[in-house]
């Protein structure tokens, strides 16, 4: 593999001194020459020239003005000059005009002139790659500004209420989402109320990416089981050695997330000693940094979300008031998935691919008795619960296969079927006979245990100590079959 080698330019109106040059230096490098400066523009002009070693004086100009006119039509090139005289003068404008890179006397040494020329050519290649890399530098600017701007852009439309929001056409949650449409575009504060795992930091993401400050920071503070002073710090920030372990200054949530969005998740739990010092902050839109003198004002819409009644907290005294109402601008209440049963099957497959992406395991989806079983669930731990069983459900099943029935949790199983009452009400004082109330739990049990053997009878009979002739009978009294319903 042969490379090529460096081009190097003489210019020297002294025919002996070209051949002396050229003898010594074809070896290592491929030289062209020039008697006068008019002959070295054009081998420029036709030539990839790295170096250019130039004499000072000739006839019809000095080095130093030629090789200052090179500097301007052609900047890349690696300026040396070669004299017999040693003027300063000529050495300093060498330097300031021609930007020089070594001033070479005469007479000069073979070796070193060549280990001058090599860390020239070094030189060259130094700036063509800082060259290269700065364009490569604009371009990838350009190039992750655009993938950032694409993915913020991706991300905000799956927070669009209409189509990032799963549910169905007469679900509970549209008008939900039309009261978070109307207030996502206002700076109001918005306080979400519902139980535990019914999305209520789904919605408070839902409304910063419909809002006019959906390209700044959305943060989250989670505020259960946080001590006031760690709170303080997260929220406000603290200077060096104003807390144990601070070793530099620390900003704070609501200084990083300036003119984005803050979410205080689960404020009830908020500590009474600290909500005094944030309403101060919220209604000064000014903080304090532990341990700083200088207050510095905060641009933040601030969103919270309770698991308890704040009004009922209000009453009670564990919450002030004014903090109430300063947080509770507009109010959501998100409903529990007990009362979502449409959305459930909408839901189910939306958590399956989501799960799949996350655990890497296909499957083909749910069988219609597993979302049927699923509907008839109350979900007390609402959509989070929800997400945690069908996890379980992709881990226990067999990869591309039907997740069944029989690998939902037996509490999922045991629920009651369409058209029988609640738990409560069988089971409730004075609500049905002894019998009725056995019965009840005896044709729940028979129907956890097929679902889950998939209607086997004789494993099912084995399980529960029945003889298939015992199980068919009990089959045929409390009307158990198999449904194959549609999801």
């Not at 009004?311 to 109430?324: I, Q, S």
């Not at 939902?408 to 029988?420: H, N, R, W, Y």
Request: glycine share 6%.
């Amino acid at each position: 593999m042969t490379t090529s080698k460096p081009t190097i330019l003489i210019v020297d109106d002294e025919v002996r001194s070209l051949e002396a040059l050229e003898r010594n230096l074809s070896d290592e490098f491929d030289v062209q020459v020039a008697e006068n400066t008019a002959d070295a523009e054009q081998i420029l002009a036709d030539h990839w020239v790295q170096i250019i070693l130039c004499d000072q004086r000739m006839p019809d100009k000095s080095g130093v003005e030629f090789l200052t006119e090179v500097r301007e039509k052609w900047p890349d090139v690696i300026r040396i000059i070669i004299s017999g005289y040693t003027d300063a003068n000529d050495i300093i404008s060498g330097l300031n005009e021609a930007g020089i890179f070594h001033f070479v006397t005469k007479p000069w040494h073979p070796e070193k002139l060549i280990l001058t020329l090599r860390n020239a050519v070094s030189m060259f290649d130094l700036q063509r790659q800082n060259e290269l890399l700065a364009i490569e530098l604009r371009l990838s600017e350009r190039a992750a500004k655009k993938k950032v701007g694409d993915r913020r852009q991706k991300l905000r439309e799956s927070y669009d209420f209409e189509d990032g929001i799963v549910r169905g056409k007469s679900s509970p949650m549209n008008a939900v989402c039309n009261t978070l449409s109307q207030v996502a575009t206002y700076d109001l504060s918005v306080l979400i109320t519902g139980e535990r795992g019914t999305g209520k930091a789904l919605a408070a993401r839902a409304i910063h990416y419909n809002s006019l400050r959906w390209n700044k920071p959305f943060a989250v503070q989670k505020c259960k089981s946080v001590p006031p002073e760690v709170l303080e710090g997260e929220l406000f920030g603290y200077n060096k050695g104003a807390v144990p372990g601070a070793v530099q200054n620390y900003s704070g949530l609501f200084e990083c997330s300036y003119g984005g969005t803050v979410l205080l998740d689960e404020v009830c739990d908020l500590p009474p000693e600290f909500q005094v010092k944030l309403l101060r902050a919220l209604e000064d839109r000014e903080i304090r940094a532990v341990g700083a003198t200088q207050a510095r004002g905060i641009d933040i819409r601030v969103l919270a979300s309770s698991y308890k009644d704040l009004k009922t907290e209000v009453a009670e005294g564990r919450f002030r008031e004014d903090l109430y109402f300063l947080l509770a601008g507009v109010t959501v209440q998100l409903p529990p998935l007990r009362d979502r049963r449409e959305d459930i099957p909408l839901l189910a497959n939306f958590l399956f691919k989501q799960a799949v992406a996350n655990l890497r395991k296909d499957a083909a989806g749910f069988t219609p008795e597993a979302i049927s079983c699923m509907k008839r669930y109350c979900w007390p731990g609402n959509v989070r619960e929800m997400q945690n069983e069908i996890e379980r459900m992709l881990v226990m099943g067999v990869e591309n296969d039907l997740l069944g029935a029989e690998l939902l949790s037996p509490k999922v199983l045991m629920s009651a079927s369409p058209d029988e009452e609640d738990d409560v009400a069988i089971l409730g004082v004075g609500q049905g006979t002894l019998k009725e109330r056995v019965e009840a739990i005896e044709a729940k049990i028979l129907r956890e245990s097929l679902i889950r053997h998939r209607w086997n009878k004789s494993k099912a009979s084995r399980e529960l100590g029945l003889s298939r002739v015992g199980l068919r009978g009990k089959l045929e009294r409390y009307q158990l079959e198999k449904k194959e319903d549609h999801a």
